[in-house]
């Protein structure tokens, strides 16, 4: 069965594994790592897609590394292809795509750079973005971040709050920030966000309590 433009099932085209699906203009392709560079060439050689965009990663927790590369065949319109293959959290490596696009070399390098992952075969995974001496890969969801390792987040202690002072003010989750507990790397390890706290039955509201404000020309007319 065909998805999208493709001519072929996915199998035929991107060999024994691959998957398509297509959602907002976009066609996407997994395909097993040991597939990666010839599912490259194939999108390159029987798709026409010669124009290559970028090449990135996610990392999913407990699954490994997704690489994405998102190449397009220029037309009108345009055909865009979104192939994907997942490696590994433990010795991550990919077949380099230079081989294919000579322009994924410094897209490779990026990736290298921020989540570790090796590229075999690349002229050159030199540092890119951080300094020589920079440890780690920030962008995996593990790494730690040393400010916060010296400094609480903010909101863990009110201004002018001491370490051993009084009770604290009653913490709100900012407007469009997430419960940490319900969504993230550390669901249902931490108790739960403080909630605000609900008005008694039949406590007036905070306008309802407010003292009526006097009419400052009534009262200088009432005085004449």
Same mark, same amino acid.
């Given at each position: 069965?065909?998805?999208g433009w493709l001519p072929d099932e996915p199998g035929?085209?991107?060999?024994?594994?691959?998957?398509?699906? &297509? @959602?907002?203009?976009?066609?996407?392709?997994?395909?097993?790592a040991a597939s990666w560079t010839a599912a490259l060439t194939a999108a390159r050689d029987r798709l026409g897609c010669a124009f290559f965009d970028w090449l990135s990663a996610v990392d999913e927790p407990g699954t490994g590394f997704l690489v994405c590369a998102h190449v397009v065949a220029v037309g009108a319109p345009p055909r865009r292809l979104l192939l994907r293959t997942t490696v590994p959290h433990e010795a991550p490596a990919l077949p380099t795509a230079t081989g294919v696009y000579a322009g994924a070399a410094w897209h490779e390098r990026e990736t290298h750079e921020m989540f570790g992952v090796d590229f075999p075969g690349h002229p050159g995974l030199t540092?890119?973005?951080?300094? &020589? @001496?920079?440890?780690?890969?920030?962008?995996?969801?593990?790494f730690v971040l040393a400010s916060r390792v010296v400094k609480a987040w903010p909101g863990a202690k009110e201004p002018g709050e001491s370490e051993h002072g009084g009770p604290k003010r009653r913490q709100?989750?900012?407007?469009?920030v997430p419960d940490p507990n319900e969504w993230g790397p550390l669901k249902g390890q931490l108790p739960p966000a403080p909630a605000r706290r609900a008005r008694a039955a039949g406590a007036p509201a905070r306008a309802e309590r407010r003292a009526p404000r006097r009419d400052r020309a009534a009262d200088e007319g009432g005085e004449r």
């Open positions: 069965m065909t998805v035929e085209l991107f060999g024994e594994g691959a998957e398509a699906a &297509e @959602a907002y203009g976009v066609l996407t392709v997994d395909v097993p540092p890119l973005l951080l300094p &020589e @001496a920079f440890e780690g890969h920030p962008l995996r969801k593990d709100m989750l900012p407007p469009g």
